[in-house]
């Protein structure tokens, strides 16, 4: 099922989510519903808070390669309490956010990172990328401790950027 997607400035984007200790049918359905609502709007990730759902999880729907398909539900990273165990490196590239839709901006991250993880059962694993993923990682997990990425943008880029957003909602 669709869900509305939370726009900045709203509130409830600042809250930091908890950790998910049952992974039963409501995970499930909040992740194949996450699914539904990042491909209806053509996303690479989300994460439940942009939901409303104050939990640790976020989806990742990236193609391999150059393919403009989107992926596909079993093609889809369902990541659960997240930790970074690695960080390291630096890149910048440009990001955009379902919840601040139309504005792109580069953005300064780490470049390597590694991340362990539960999936929908409750399985661990870990993720070694220093690609584009080893970004969309760390942009996701910002939503689990209520950032957002124009957080990250210089007091300038910043400045111009709200006097936009506030000129698009009047
Ligand atoms: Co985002």
């Known amino acids: 099922m669709v869900r509305e997607i ?10 930091i989510s908890e950790e998910v ?3 039963d049918e409501e995970l499930h359905t909040l992740l194949d519903d996450m699914y539904d609502t990042t491909k209806a709007q053509i996303g690479l990730g989300l994460a439940a ?3 409303g759902v104050p939990k640790r999880v976020f989806i990742l729907t990236i193609p391999e390669g150059d393919s403009e398909e989107m992926v596909s539900r079993e093609e889809t990273l369902e990541i659960i ?3 970074f165990t690695l960080l390291e490196g630096k890149v910048k590239k440009q990001e955009g956010c379902l919840s601040v839709p139309g504005y792109y901006e580069d953005i ?5 990172a590694i991340v362990e993880y539960q999936d929908r059962h409750g399985e661990k694993h870990t993720i070694d990328n220093d690609e584009f993923l080893a ?3 760390q942009h996701e997990n910002d939503h689990l401790d209520g950032k957002i990425f124009v957080e990250k943008l210089s007091i300038l880029k910043r400045k111009k950027f709200e006097k936009k957003w506030k000129k698009k909602f009047k």
Request: glycine content about 0%; cysteine-free; charged content about 20%.
């Open 21 to 23: 200790t049952s992974f």
């Open 81 to 83: 309490n997240p930790v």
């Open 108 to 112: 300064e991250r780490y470049s390597h």
């Open 49 to 51: 808070i942009q939901i």
């Open 135 to 137: 970004i969309a990682l």
């Open 6 to 15: 939370l726009v900045y400035p709203d509130k409830r984007l600042k809250t």
